[in-house]
């Protein structure tokens, strides 16, 4: 390759580089290069353009988004690394829209069984001790299948990761006073559907949490700026988003989102309800449509995950099924969290399927789709959380493959 | 002992004088075993005194919720009739003529909701789904109608509530629905309702 100095670079009196090129039958052949074009790609050649700034940026080449549709919007699993996922991109799940909140006029009122009825400020919350938790959030609805072209966020793009930051609700519990005999309390939201769940107090003492921060700064408007409820490992709709009240009761109130509308058929003509806890599940986000893979060495990574503890164990398969192996957990492994785990494979360049399944601190094995269904009498609905499988074509395509009924 | 170490001390003793003395006054109904599973552990007085107490007018404006047992319902009454007019007016749009079916959604139980259509689920209806007549009034007052909520008086809530409840046949068309006789309406569903049977493990459920 013929070489150019940076005299001659400044001087204008290149007007072409050489380069390496290939052409579609692998032979090397040098081809001229305008000298313009190798001067705007080389970043060693000019002071970097954008100053320090106030806010980080992302980089324009990364085109991270979420997957909106009316009701809600799907966390890009496919493209993310680790565990935590960026607030931005935190999956979305609205009752009707997300309210405009300011933070000053925002308050929250308990009362219902309790010796002292109150109402707190984001400012009065902020005075109480405050905790933190490592989870993941999930929809109950997190579940599609049907076609080959769909990507981990299209399949299951309703759960994501964030460190949650605020007071306990056994602190406020105390605070008040709350009397022997309450069993419930009702969570409500300052949105425009006022949303209502019915909670067991005993989950109040356990490790709910009235947040106002994600990942260390103040919540998004999305996920219930100021403050919300988050319940560890519970379907996400029991973390009403922007609180407004919390009511202790004796009973459950049987709102409309825990009768009509979270709640699932499970044969006999029976239909669950109050299925708070998200069951173990698991997901390869590598390999995984819509990107291709070479054959040779491929670390299979993905998330797995549990609502009632942590991620015991998670195994794969690379042969449809037959076999399977256990893969590396990456730490920190956490309690009701999004755990990494990844296994390394050489791909031999044949047709195949890769799956995986979690295991949790239970004994719970992620289930297949068909054991789901026979379990629930042939009903799918919420709390779908089956062994996900990809097919691996010859030509490198990986695309998902549909859940059979 | 140094000058320190008996700071430590004398801290140490204070930290537990500080929780024998700040024992909650009334205890939550907690086994020991959640106690020491609760989330923050840190030593805290039983009470802070932060925030301020709730008055009485702001609990009248904000608790506005209706259990099962009618606790909560406000004064008035409502029937089909009445109700039919207003869902015309203002809720047709989005559940269709008569609540059998739009945009929100299928609100009324007719051969088409009941059956379905091959290869469909049948649509959740409050005849079909709905296990307590309570919530129809809450969730009406709460959220609806969805681009205009709270906008409905007590008295056009109890008015819709009665035209949906008879709609669906659960009702007789002249019955009057008040904060007595809600409560006391059975809904075809309500026996339909388990809670959940799940308990992780290694059982598929």
Redesign the interface.
């Known amino acids: 390759m013929k070489k150019v100095n940076r005299r001659t670079w400044l001087s204008g009196a290149a007007t072409a580089a050489v380069a390496i090129a290939q052409t579609a039958t692998a032979k090397a052949v040098q081809v001229g290069v305008p000298i313009d074009q190798l001067w705007a790609d080389d970043p060693t050649k000019q002071p970097g353009g954008a100053p320090p700034g106030q806010v980080g940026t992302r980089s324009p080449f990364e085109k991270l988004v979420k997957n909106p549709s009316d009701i809600s919007s799907r966390t890009p699993l496919q493209d993310l690394h680790g565990i935590l996922t960026p607030s931005d991109l935190h999956f979305e799940r609205h009752h009707n829209g997300v309210p405009a909140i300011d933070p000053a006029k925002h308050e929250l009122l308990i009362h219902g069984m309790v010796d002292k009825p109150l109402v707190v400020t984001l400012a009065d919350l902020k005075r109480f001790p405050s905790v933190s938790h490592i989870a993941f959030l999930e929809c109950s609805g997190n579940f599609r299948t049907g076609k080959e072209t769909l990507s981990p966020q299209d399949i299951c793009g309703l759960t994501s990761q964030s460190e949650w930051t605020g007071v306990s609700l056994a602190t406020l519990f105390r605070e008040v006073g709350v009397r022997p005999g309450a069993s419930w309390f009702l969570a409500e939201g300052g949105d425009a559907a006022l949303m209502t769940r019915s909670i067991p107090v005993q989950k109040g003492w356990d490790d709910a949490i009235i947040a106002y921060a994600q990942n260390g700064e103040a919540l998004r408007p999305e996920q219930g700026y100021p403050v919300r409820l988050f319940l560890p490992g519970w379907e996400g709709n029991t973390s009403v988003k922007w609180l407004r009240r919390i009511e202790l009761g004796d009973a459950p109130w049987q709102t409309r989102e825990e009768t009509s509308k979270y709640t699932e058929a499970v044969g006999d003509g029976k239909i669950r309800q109050f299925s708070f806890d998200i069951d173990a599940r698991s997901i390869i986000t590598f390999p995984a449509y819509p990107a291709p893979v070479q054959r040779g060495w491929i670390e299979i990574r993905g998330l797995a995950w549990s609502g009632r503890g942590t991620i015991e164990r998670v195994e794969i398969s690379t042969d449809a099924g037959k076999s399977w192996q256990v893969a590396t957990l990456q730490q920190p492994v956490l309690d009701k969290a999004h755990t990494r785990f990844r296994l390394l494979w050489h791909w031999n360049g044949d047709e195949t399927e890769i799956m995986s399944r979690a295991v949790d601190s239970t004994g719970y094995v992620q289930p297949t789709y068909r054991q789901l269904l026979d379990a629930r009498g042939g009903n799918s609905g919420y709390h779908m959380n089956p062994i996900t499988a990809w097919q691996i074509k010859r030509d490198g395509r990986v695309l998902h493959r549909p859940e059979i009924r | 002992m140094t000058n320190r170490t008996c700071w430590r001390a004398g801290f140490l003793l204070g930290v537990v004088g500080l929780m024998a003395g700040f024992r909650?006054?009334?205890?939550?109904?907690?086994t020991s075993s959640?106690?020491t599973?609760?989330?923050?552990t840190?030593p805290?007085p039983?009470?802070?005194g932060?925030?301020?107490?709730?008055t009485t007018a702001?609990?009248t404006r904000?608790?506005?919720?209706?259990?099962?047992?009618g606790k909560g319902l406000p004064a008035g009454a409502g029937t089909a009739e009445r109700g039919k007019a207003i869902f015309a007016t203002k809720c047709a749009t989005c559940h269709g003529v008569g609540g059998t079916g739009g945009l929100g959604g299928a609100l009324v139980t007719t051969t088409m909701t009941t059956t379905g259509v091959a290869g469909k689920r049948p649509e959740?209806t409050?005849g079909n789904?709905?296990?307590?007549a309570?919530?129809v009034f809450?969730?009406v007052r709460?959220?609806m109608p969805?681009n205009e909520?709270?906008s409905l008086t007590d008295e056009e809530v109890y008015h819709l509530t009665a035209y949906l409840l008879h709609a669906n046949g659960i009702i007789d068309e002249k019955a009057t629905i008040t904060a007595q006789t809600l409560p006391t309406v059975v809904m075809p569903?309500q026996t339909?309702?388990?809670?959940?049977?799940?308990?992780?493990?290694?059982e598929?459920?």
């Open positions: 909650p006054t009334t205890g939550p109904p907690l959640a106690q599973h609760s989330l923050d840190i805290a039983a009470r802070f932060f925030g301020r107490p709730a702001e609990l904000l608790d506005i919720d209706v259990r099962p047992d959740k409050i789904y709905w296990p307590y309570t919530t809450d969730y709460r959220a969805f909520p709270g569903a339909l309702f388990i809670p959940d049977d799940r308990r992780g493990g290694s598929i459920r």
